[in-house]
Every structure is written in structure tokens, then in C-alpha cells.
């Protein structure tokens, strides 16, 4: 905070006796500003310098500095405007900063005319404490209004706005309206609307007032040589007060006199505002800048026409996007499967968050158990690389192509490699996928008859993995990989993955984990599972689906702290 400390000379008026105390109250003084000043707090002697305080906003302040005034005998008053007087009186001052976008105030303190002269330095230490206290407080006030301010327009511009068609009619009669008014503000015959084209290569009459119809009609104009249009264009007013100007300025309608202002965006050029008059004529100042504002209202129409016209279709979508999600959460198992001697629980993580509480989240990624015709269960995970609707098409692609193995599926690495196959010929092998494909041996009374096989131990798991899948044996005494990162479906060149057996042990879970995600985001996905291992372990002993519920919440934890996206699936498998 700047303090600028003088001294009153006219006789019986002095404020600081001594030279050293002003000096201990400001080094400074002497140092005249010649540049303007800011707005200031400021003690000073009002009776030659007095100042008016403000609006009403600043009754708050009348108060404060009349209470300032009762109290020490010197006036304290505000004003909200730049320092435009250099008063060589000035006792104190400092400027009453209210924050970054708004504009500095002043207030000043002096003697009050009718009050003893008799002071003391003391006295005028205390006024000046005083001072710079409320300096301060009123500083927080006015930031407090103004951040105030800002967040009631922010919340007025993030409330639901109903976006509903309107006739086009209706946006042309709104557009002849607002030419209308422009024209006769300003004592004009016509106007007209043109926008440019999607190359900016030519201007299209877009709107008129005062001109025929017929005008609409007639092709686009080529904004190359059309010298008026491009000077407005460039931010200017182009002002044609005579017909003899017209043919320089390619003026689009011949006319006694014209006004050619830009229409525009805050960053996009959108077009050009054509004001035509019969008769030749100059325009002033406040009439230009009125037809620069009925440009603004124009502009902010046609955005509004635009945004209306989004907010509709991503209404749409959004619609399109629920049912889509919906629908995959649907189609996801509900219930586990009934085995005696396994727990299975999964769940989907995807990178995007639902809009609304309850809302279903689409993703591209899955979990699947179903039974095969041996009355083995078969376990099924995958995820896309690619998100989004894309990512969703592929990942129920995936799914498709393992569950309609179901009559005969006897080998894991067999089922990957015709998910492959049938992947590969729906696409143009630019999208991978990561699948997981796993058998529990069926319960010796389920055994489908006809078919003799040698059976599986009750306790192993057989399974095949591709692509960026997470296998992870999870103990009480910590845990173990079982597969490495492979070629993702679709993509690999020399496609083979070979089956995997594994038995788990009193107390042991099996995690599996598909990461739909690429590159980077896969060696943060890494990461989320060996934090994920570290959280399983304390957690053991419990459930499948407690762990299940723990490990997705993990997962999505760290990723959200990674900055990554990109949908993932995972299964825990448990032996009772």
C-alpha cells in the first residue's frame, strides 16, 4: 500500500510541527507524482480540498467515515474515481485496492474546518493507524461484492436452459426487427445482414430491412474487393456520407449515404452490418457506436441461434448416451454364478463420470460368466483400447464372439484366437482389444452326458490372456503375476496365446484386471494394481465381492490421480 504524508501551510493549519516527525511518517515527502495517480485513502485538509463521496454502494463508508470523524476530529472521505487533483495538502493517502478487474478508490482524511487546530504528531500517528485499518477492511468489502458478484452471473450462466425449436419464421422476424430498429435509431431507410461463409471467402445477405425480399435471393458476394466489408471486418466503422464514395467502397447497395460495421464473436468475425440511407448525409459519433451496438445484439443473436442449435443436439445425445449405458448394464451379469466351490464377483470401471446420480456409464469394456454345454463355467473379461461409442461397439463385439463359443468351448487360447479372427474381420485392424478368457472345472454331478472328458482338478483354473491384462494371485502373504502384457486382438500380427493352469490355495484370490488404456496410461494402470495388491492384502480375509468393491475403487483412485482415462474390467475369482 503507497502512503504519500503532507503538510497543510496555510498558517494556523500546521499538521506536523516538526520536519523529523513527517519524515518518520514518510520518508518520501517532497517526491512529487507527476504522472496520474491512483485512486488513494488519503488524509488531507477538505476544506480546500473537498470531494463528493459516491453512490449509494458506498453508504457503508458515509457512516464509517462520519463515525472517523467523531471520534478524531479529522474527515475521512472516499472517493471512487482517479485522483485528479494534486492537493499539496495531503497529510496521508493510500489506495484502497479492491481486487484484480476492479477499479481502485480513494479515501482521504483532513482537518475538520470548524475543529481546534491544536494537534499533535501523536494524535495524527493514531489517525493514520485508523486509516490504514479501514483502508483494509473496506478493500475486503468491496473484493467480497465484487467476487459476489462474479458468482451469481456464474451460477445465472450454469442454469438449465430448455432448448426448444423454434420456427424459422420467427429468427427471421427477430433479425428484420433488430434492423429495423437500428436503421430508424439513426434516421436510416435499410439494413443489412451478411455473414460469411464457412471458408470466409464471401458474404451472403443473410437479413434485410427496408431492401426487396427478392435481394435474399441473389448469390453470395466475393469479399475479395469488397473494400468496405474488409475494413469493417478489421474492427473499423466505415462511414459513407456521399454516393461518389460507394464505388470505391463496393458498397453492396447504391444509396445516398451508408454505415458498414463488423458483426462478430469476442474471437470469431461472423459478418457485416450494412445501414443505408436515401439521402446523403454524415453520421456522428453516438450514432456510429449505436449501430456497433445493434452489430453486438445481432452477433449475440446468432450465437445464441448456434448454441440453442448444440444445446439440442447434445440433449440428443446425451439421451442416445444414457440408453446406450443403460442398455450395457442391462446385458451385464446381475447375479453370480451358482458354484459350490468358487466366489466370482465383477465390475466395470469406466473413465467417464455419470451426469446425474443413478445414471448408468457407458464403457468400453466387460465382465461375462455363462455355462458351457460340459457344464463348465466360463469366465470372460475385455477392454477396448479406443473409448467411447467406438470403444462400447468393440467391447460388445468381443463379447459376442466369446459367448457364442459357448456350445463348444473346450480350449481358452482356441476361444481368443476366433475372438480374434471375427474382430478382425468387422474392422480395419486399427483398434485393439484386451481379452480374458478363463474355465472352472464344473462339480462332478454337472457333467454334461455324452460327453466323456478327463476332468479337471477341482481346485485349477485354466485360462488364456491378450492384450494388457492384469493377473495377479493375492494372498494374506502378498501376491504373484501370472501373465505379462501381450499383443492386444485385432492387432497382433502372429497371433498365439498360450493356456495358463493355475490352482489357488486355502486364503488365496485370483484378480484379473483388463485395461483398456494405451501406452502411458497402461504403466499407470501398472501402478493402480500393485497399489491395488498392497490395499487387497491388508484387506484379507473377505468376500469376493468385497474385494471386487475394493479394487474397483482403487483403480478408479489412482487413475483419476494420474490424469488418465480410458475404461477397464476386472474379475475376482475365490475358492471357498
Request: aromatic share 4%; net charge negative.
Amino acid at each position: 500500500m503507497s502512503l504519500r504524508i503532507g503538510q497543510d501551510i496555510r498558517p494556523g493549519r500546521n499538521h506536523v510541527t516538526e520536519s523529523t516527525s513527517v519524515q518518520q511518517l514518510a520518508p518520501n515527502v517532497g517526491n512529487r507524482v507527476t504522472k496520474p495517480t491512483p485512486d488513494y485513502l488519503r488524509l488531507a485538509d477538505l476544506a480546500v480540498d473537498s470531494l463528493p463521496l459516491g453512490s449509494d454502494d458506498h453508504a457503508l463508508l458515509i457512516r464509517t467515515c462520519e463515525a472517523f470523524e467523531q471520534a478524531t476530529g479529522w474527515r475521512l472521505q472516499y472517493e471512487p474515481g482517479p485522483d485528479k487533483v494534486q492537493n499539496p495538502n495531503l497529510v496521508w493517502s493510500a489506495p484502497v485496492d479492491p481486487g484484480v478487474g476492479a477499479s481502485l478508490g480513494l479515501i482521504r482524511t483532513g482537518f475538520v474546518p470548524s475543529a481546534p487546530t491544536d494537534r499533535s504528531g501523536v494524535k495524527l500517528l493514531g489517525a493514520v493507524a485508523l486509516a490504514e485499518a479501514i483502508t483494509q477492511l473496506w478493500a475486503e468489502i468491496v473484493a467480497l461484492r465484487l467476487a459476489v458478484r462474479s458468482r451469481e452471473a456464474e451460477l445465472a450462466a450454469d442454469m438449465p436452459v430448455v432448448a426448444r425449436r423454434e420456427d424459422a419464421g420467427r429468427t427471421a422476424a427477430r433479425f428484420e426487427a433488430i434492423l429495423k430498429s437500428g436503421a430508424e435509431a439513426v434516421s436510416c431507410q435499410a439494413a443489412a445482414l451478411y455473414l460469411l461463409d464457412a471458408a470466409t471467402t464471401t458474404l451472403k445477405l443473410r437479413a434485410v430491412w427496408g431492401l426487396p425480399q427478392r435481394k435474399l435471393l441473389e448469390p453470395a458476394r466475393e469479399l475479395a474487393g469488397a473494400m468496405g466489408d474488409l475494413e469493417a471486418l478489421l474492427g473499423h466503422a466505415v462511414v459513407l456520407s456521399d454516393p461518389a464514395m460507394n464505388r470505391y467502397w463496393h458498397a453492396p447497395e447504391p444509396s445516398g449515404a451508408s454505415v458498414c460495421v463488423p458483426v462478430s464473436s469476442p474471437t470469431t468475425p461472423l459478418g457485416t452490418l450494412w445501414i443505408f440511407s436515401d439521402s446523403p448525409r454524415d453520421f456522428s459519433d453516438p450514432q456510429t457506436n449505436l449501430i456497433e451496438v445493434v452489430a453486438g445484439r445481432l452477433a449475440a443473436e446468432l450465437e445464441r441461434e448456434v448454441l440453442l442449435d448444440d444445446a439440442r443436439q447434445n440433449q440428443t445425445q446425451r439421451r442416445e448416451i444414457l440408453i446406450a449405458a443403460e442398455r450395457q448394464t442391462e446385458s451385464l451379469p446381475r447375479t453370480a454364478p451358482l458354484l459350490e466351490r468358487w466366489q466370482v464377483a465383477g465390475r466395470v470401471i469406466a473413465s467417464s463420470q455419470p451426469q446425474l446420480d443413478g445414471d448408468s456409464q457407458l464403457a468400453a469394456a466387460f465382465f461375462d460368466w455363462f455355462h458351457t454345454v460340459d457344464g463348465v463355467t466360463a469366465l470372460t473379461l475385455g477392454a477396448a483400447a479406443e473409448a467411447g461409442f467406438g470403444g462400447a461397439v468393440v467391447a460388445a463385439q468381443l463379447r459376442s464372439a466369446l459367448r457364442a463359443q459357448a456350445d463348444h468351448l473346450t480350449d481358452v487360447d482356441g476361444a481368443l484366437f476366433t475372438a480374434h479372427e471375427v474382430l478382425a474381420s468387422l474392422s480395419a485392424g486399427s483398434q485393439g482389444a484386451s481379452a480374458f478368457c478363463g474355465l472352472l472345472p464344473a462339480s462332478p454331478d454337472h457333467s454334461a452326458a455324452g460327453h466323456l472328458r478327463l476332468a479337471a482338478p477341482a481346485d485349477e483354473i485354466r485360462f488364456a490372456a491378450a492384450g494388457h491384462i492384469h493377473a495377479l494371485v493375492v494372498s494374506s502373504g502378498g501376491c504373484r503375476p501370472l501373465v505379462h502384457p501381450t499383443d492386444r486382438l485385432v492387432i497382433s500380427l502372429s497371433p498365439g496365446w498360450s493356456e495358463i493352469r493355475t490352482r489357488l490355495g486355502p486364503g488365496e484370490s485370483l484378480l484379473v484386471y483388463a485395461a483398456g488404456s494405451l501406452d502411458d496410461r497402461w504403466r499407470a494402470a501398472g501402478t493402480a494394481v500393485r497399489l491395488l495388491a498392497e490395499r487387497l492384502v491388508s484387506a484379507l480375509p473377505c468376500d469376493a465381492e468385497r474385494l471386487a468393491d475394493l479394487a474397483a475403487q482403487v483403480i478408479a483412485d489412482a487413475a483419476s490421480a494420474a490424469g488418465t482415462s480410458g475404461d477397464g474390467a476386472l474379475l475376482v475369482i475365490r475358492p471357498i
